[in-house]
């Protein structure tokens, strides 16, 4: 079964031309599921309905990658949840972002936004790394985490920087970063940003 997802930002935002796309491309409408929100939004209802409801030989289609996914990160995140259910994907305006073509061009272009992801995951991670070494030449000493694994290090990076731009929710981060609300805690804590946990770098609440 094919399904189309469509999202404008505000709900002063015409959803039309998406559905107008999937529509052509004899997607039926009882298959269509739409949010109007902001990328930026933690949750979006009808997508999380159509990724519980898809099932393995199935196809999501969007008319454009960014109705769908706010990062490189968020987008492999994404891929790699419908490949652990055999799900394909596929954009209309983008047709070389396509799983369900077995072409070695279109697999080379899903290779690759995951590797830029990869990176974009290293820069954090060796940026972190960078102002902990310079803490260390202040005189801060970090000890070994208790309870986090030399092989969650990473993790516990990832989610520090997130949390110090000050860009997504909670809910954002520990789905980027495939953890828990209180591992994700526990790694704040760690990097002793425990007393900032109900703030954001630019003053939002945290929820």
Request: hydrophobic share 35%; net charge positive.
């Amino acid at each position: 079964m094919v399904f189309g997802y469509a999202r404008v930002s505000t709900a002063e935002q015409n959803l039309d031309l998406q559905l107008d796309a999937f529509l052509k491309e004899g997607i039926d409408t009882k298959n269509i599921y739409t949010d109007k929100v902001s990328s930026s939004q933690e949750e979006r209802k009808s997508l999380s309905k159509l990724l519980d409801y898809a099932r393995e030989g199935d196809t999501i289609v969007v008319w454009k990658l960014d109705r769908l996914a706010r990062s490189l990160i968020h987008f492999t995140n994404f891929i790699n949840q419908l490949n652990e259910k055999g799900v394909k994907f596929r954009s209309i305006t983008e047709p070389f972002l396509d799983t369900t073509d077995k072409s070695s061009h279109c697999q080379f272009i899903v290779n690759m936004f995951a590797a830029l992801a990869q990176l974009e995951r290293d820069i954090i991670i060796e940026r972190t790394k960078a102002g902990m070494a310079s803490a260390r030449a202040r005189g801060k000493v970090f000890g070994a985490p208790k309870g986090i694994s030399k092989k969650n290090q990473q993790k516990a990076i990832i989610c520090t920087e997130y949390f110090k731009e000050g860009k997504l929710t909670v809910k954002e981060i520990c789905e980027r970063v495939g953890v828990s609300r209180a591992t994700y805690y526990k790694y704040l804590k760690y990097h002793g940003l425990n007393g900032k946990l109900r703030t954001y770098k630019f003053g939002s609440v945290i929820k």
